[in-house]
């Protein structure tokens, strides 16, 4: 049997996030993940990380505060154990009603084949104004 590739590893996150299982995703992931998502202060669902646990903590928030509504990978790029996912994705703002929609772009690194990088870009600004803009 051949071994997953990083990108195939990292492909199975999201639909395991599409149907809520945060344990089945967070298993995905290393006891030591460095994680990142620059994000105007206050936002509920970007907890402080830096491990599988604590991926588990951020897809629940997730799951609480945001409805996923479409999510188109456009591109995978691969080389060696790193995996830059782009694309885009819409979501709804439970508390708002307000969509999230951003371009995006995800960083990954897979060693040993589990999840230890995890770095989100995405419109921060976007973010902001369908959580906070009254």
Known sequence: M???SPAQTVQRLFPLLAEGKSAEAAALFADSVSFSIPHPPGIPWVPEVDSAEGMRTFFE???????????DLRQVIAEGDDVVLIGRLVSEVKKTGRDI???????T???DGR???YHLYEDSYAVAKAYFDD
Do not use: C, G, S, W
């Not at 929609?101 to 960083?107: M, P, V």
């Open 115 to 117: 999840i230890t990088r």
């Open 109 to 111: 690194t897979v060693r």
């Open 61 to 71: 928030l997730l799951q609480t505060h945001v409805q996923a509504k479409e999510f």
């Open 2 to 4: 051949t071994a997953e």
């Open 101 to 107: 929609d951003t371009a995006f772009a995800l960083h």
